[in-house]
């Protein structure tokens, strides 16, 4: 449906769909996989990041992948939380400079998670958010590679909860 900060390098340019656009560069050199590369952030103290898609095709499944970094001196009280449509799914701390190595930042350890969702869904419409509280700056949440995935309904199908043209025929059947 929709993929997004793919690239191993991108900029605002692409960032200005969601509600917080900054872009961080990741100074470590400690892993190839993440030095030089771009990630939407830094999330920090008390934003919410968000975007909403509109215009979805009939589906009954919806799935939200995502890598995310949290970075730096991230510690309690600091959380992220993902909210998809103002639900929350998933709440991520760290203990301070608790992670194994410098992914991100050259100064302190960070963690990595690859964040993975899959609800039932049907509406056209689905609201992403990230709820960052972090009590200093230059800590928070980093993330790319960002995938929103629906599961379609039959072609001939408005409706459904499920991929089958059969269930929709079902519904129709019972309704009568
Ligand atoms: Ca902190």
Redesign the pocket.
């Known amino acids: 449906m929709s993929q997004e900060f793919t690239s191993n390098t991108f900029t605002t340019s692409e960032t200005s769909s969601w509600s917080i656009s900054t872009v961080f560069v990741c100074p470590s050199t400690a892993l190839v996989d993440f030095y030089g590369r771009s990630f939407v952030g830094i999330l920090g103290p008390k934003q919410l990041q968000q975007r909403t898609y509109t215009g979805l095709p009939p589906h009954w499944s919806l799935s939200v992948r995502f890598d995310m970094i949290i970075y730096a001196?991230?510690?309690?009280?600091?959380y992220t939380t993902v909210n998809i449509d103002s639900v929350g799914y998933g709440t991520y701390t760290k203990a301070?400079d608790a992670g194994i190595l410098k992914m991100c930042g050259d100064t302190y350890s960070d963690e990595f998670f690859l964040y993975s969702k899959n609800i039932t869904h049907t509406s056209s419409s689905v609201t992403i958010m990230l709820n960052v509280f972090?009590?200093?700056l230059n800590?928070g949440t980093l993330f790319k590679n960002f995938f929103l995935y629906v599961d379609t309904c039959d072609p001939t199908c408005l409706t459904c909860s499920g991929p089958a043209y059969v269930m929709i025929r079902f519904l129709l059947l019972f309704s009568f």
């Open positions: 001196t991230y510690d309690a009280p600091d301070w972090t009590d200093e800590e």
